[in-house]
C-alpha cells in the first residue's frame, strides 16, 4: 500500500518561518511535488523533487531525503495569503499519491 | 489560452441518478486524471488514462465510469452504484513524456466541481 503522511494543521505568525513535513511509504518513487490549495480551488503547484536535497523558489524551498522517505516544504516571509492547505504527493510511475494536506493558517 | 475546464462549479443530483463531470484540456496533455476529494482528506485516485481510447482504473474505480475518446475530453459518470458520491471532484493532466533527464512533469488541475447528491 501506499502511505503518505502530514500533519493535519499548523498556525503560524505573518512574517515568520514555518516548516511543513511529509513522510511517505511507497511502492515506487519517480519524485514528489508540493500543491498549495485554496479553499474550494484547484491545488496550484509549488515544487518538485527527485533528487535528494533542497531546491529553493523565491520565499518557497523543499527538501527531499530518499532513504528516509522524508521531504518537507520551507516557507519564509510568511503572507497572510500563504494562509492554504499544502499537499504532498509521491509520483509513483503513472499514478500520484497524494497525503491529506496540512492546513496553514498564518495569523497577522 | 491555455488550460483545463470542468463545468459546472456545482452540480445537484437526487440520489439514484447518474450524472456525468466534463473535464475538457487545450494544452495537448496526453495523460489525464480523475480524482476525488472529501474534507480533511487528499485526492483520491478514481481513474486516469494515458492515451486516448485508453484508461486504468485507480484507487476507488467502483460506481464510476470514464471514456477517453478525444484527446482533450476525459468525462467522468458517478452512477448510482457510487455509495458516497457527495464530494469534490478534480481533474487534471500531464504531457506525455517527463522533463530532462527522466524526471516528471507537474499535474495542472481544473477548478473542480462540487457534486452534492441529495
Known amino acids: 500500500g501506499q502511505n503518505i503522511d502530514q500533519p493535519t494543521e499548523m498556525t503560524a505568525t505573518e512574517g515568520a518561518i514555518v516548516q511543513i513535513n511529509c513522510t511517505y511509504q511507497?511502492?515506487?518513487?519517480?519524485?514528489l511535488f508540493w500543491y498549495q490549495q485554496h479553499a474550494g480551488e484547484a491545488p496550484t503547484f509549488l515544487s518538485y523533487?527527485?533528487?535528494?536535497g533542497l531546491e529553493e523558489k523565491g520565499r518557497f524551498s523543499s527538501f527531499l531525503s530518499r532513504s528516509k522517505g522524508y521531504s518537507y516544504l520551507l516557507l519564509k516571509e510568511l503572507q497572510m495569503k500563504d494562509s492554504a492547505s499544502y499537499l504532498c504527493?509521491?509520483?509513483?510511475?503513472?499514478?500520484?499519491?497524494f497525503g491529506s494536506g496540512t492546513k496553514l493558517n498564518v495569523k497577522p | 489560452d491555455g488550460g483545463i475546464t470542468q463545468s459546472p462549479k456545482y452540480l445537484f443530483r437526487k440520489e439514484g441518478q447518474n450524472v456525468t463531470l466534463s473535464c475538457e484540456q487545450n494544452l495537448n496533455h496526453d495523460a489525464m486524471y480523475w480524482y476525488r476529494q472529501d474534507p480533511g482528506q487528499g485526492l483520491r485516485l478514481i481513474y486516469y488514462s494515458q492515451i486516448v481510447n485508453d484508461f486504468q482504473k485507480g484507487d476507488i474505480a467502483e460506481g464510476y465510469s470514464v471514456s477517453r475518446e478525444k484527446k482533450e475530453s476525459f468525462p467522468l459518470t458517478v452512477t448510482s452504484a457510487q455509495k458516497n458520491p457527495t464530494a469534490f471532484y478534480l481533474c487534471a493532466s500531464i504531457p506525455k513524456g517527463g522533463r530532462a533527464g527522466g524526471q516528471w512533469n507537474e499535474q495542472f488541475f481544473g477548478p473542480g466541481t462540487r457534486l452534492t447528491v441529495l
Open positions: 523533487n527527485v533528487l535528494d
Open positions: 511507497t511502492s515506487g518513487f519517480n519524485g
Open positions: 504527493a509521491v509520483n509513483n510511475f503513472n499514478k500520484f499519491y
